[in-house]
């Protein structure tokens, strides 16, 4: 992790105005309240603070050598044996510099007495620091986890939707396999022409494998694919209208939306009865999101297709994990009907 202060152009120029404010002060307070001359009192001023001003950049690497820490006792004796050697290696030098350097006796008696608050000031500068640094290694570790989280999410999230769409595709190809193996006996052209439409419609699942949201006109090309093929399997016990303005056909949907749930009408309304099969889809867009409804007679006295409802389920995660809303897929069943509706935020 790139030092704070010097990583940052804004924050080098902000740390050396703070130091300019304090060197103003520590001047003023030699020349005017100690009487010390300008000449000198400029030199200490200058020497003391730019020095630890640089000492104070390297503590950041102390820091960060202590941040794994979690022993108080280790931490505080690191701590206080870098605070002895910064602020030791910081007094002696100044001392000794400014000894030979300056030759004012008045100034030299001064220099030596001032030795107390020199080191609380350098304890002050060395906790300062310290602290800055603690605040800047947690909201860093804290931005640093977010971003992690944040990625673990979508991954998973990635993984969940793809999971749930590859969940959907075995159980359409399965049957429709099925389906083509007993044609093939009885009408082979049928069987050629599910065939046909199958590979169209595996390409269009293929094709849109890695994406999770599309066009409602593609969406639809894909529906009509996958209804042709159950129209074979199923002949006139099927029927189906899809009512679509061409204006909704630039809607945004999830991928592989709309077969899981002709699939179920199909599986509940059309399996067991021996009576055609009617299911109706109507569109709409309203305060910027697309209705679709699903509607589906079905004959109540007949007996009802085993299922623990995954198909819908996987389409509620698949909305929930997109929108993050849990109402936009209801259903409505009365004596002789079936209704599903979704809402799609564009």
């Not at 590979?199 to 849109?208: F, H, K």
């Not at 949201?213 to 093929?229: A, C, P, S």
């Not at 299911?279 to 299922?307: H, P, R």
């Not at 994990?321 to 809402?343: A, G, M, P, V």
């Amino acid at each position: 992790m790139l030092n704070p202060i010097t990583s940052n152009k804004k924050y080098l120029l902000n740390y050396a105005a703070v130091w300019f404010i304090i060197i103003g002060a520590h001047f003023a307070v030699l020349h005017w309240y100690y009487h010390i001359s300008i000449k000198i009192a400029i030199v200490d001023s200058l020497l003391f603070n730019i020095f630890f001003a640089f000492l104070g950049i390297s503590l950041w690497y102390v820091v960060r050598y202590n941040k794994t820490s979690k022993n108080f006792v280790a931490l505080f004796a690191s701590h206080l044996v870098s605070s002895l050697i910064i602020i030791g290696l910081w007094l002696i030098s100044g001392y000794l510099i400014l000894k030979y350097a300056v030759s004012d006796d008045f100034y030299l008696l001064f220099l030596e007495g001032s030795f107390p608050w020199r080191i609380i000031s350098g304890i002050f500068y060395y906790l300062a620091f310290i602290l800055v640094y603690y605040v800047v290694v947690f909201y860093q570790d804290n931005q640093e986890r977010i971003k992690q989280e944040f990625k673990l999410k979508t991954v998973l999230k990635e993984v969940e939707l793809s999971a749930l769409k590859n969940q959907i595709n075995p159980h359409f190809l399965f049957n429709s396999l099925n389906s083509i193996s007993s044609l093939t006996i009885t009408s082979p052209e049928k069987a050629q022409d599910m065939i046909i439409k199958l590979s169209e419609y595996l390409r269009y699942a293929l094709s849109n494998e890695n994406e999770q949201v599309t066009t409602m006109g593609m969406e639809l090309d894909n529906i009509k694919l996958y209804l042709e093929i159950e129209k074979i399997r199923f002949g006139k016990r099927l029927d189906f209208k899809l009512n679509i303005n061409n204006n909704y056909l630039t809607a945004k949907v999830p991928a592989m939306i709309l077969q899981p749930i002709f699939e179920n009408a199909i599986k509940h309304g059309v399996y067991e009865s021996v009576e055609p099969i009617a299911i109706v889809m109507d569109t709409k867009i309203e305060d910027n999101t697309l209705f679709i409804t699903v509607v589906n007679d079905y004959d109540a006295s007949a007996k009802q297709t085993k299922g623990e409802g995954i198909g819908l389920k996987n389409i509620q995660e698949r909305l929930f994990l997109i929108y993050r809303k849990r109402d936009l897929l209801t259903t409505e069943k009365s004596q002789h009907l079936f209704k599903l509706n979704i809402k799609i935020p564009q």
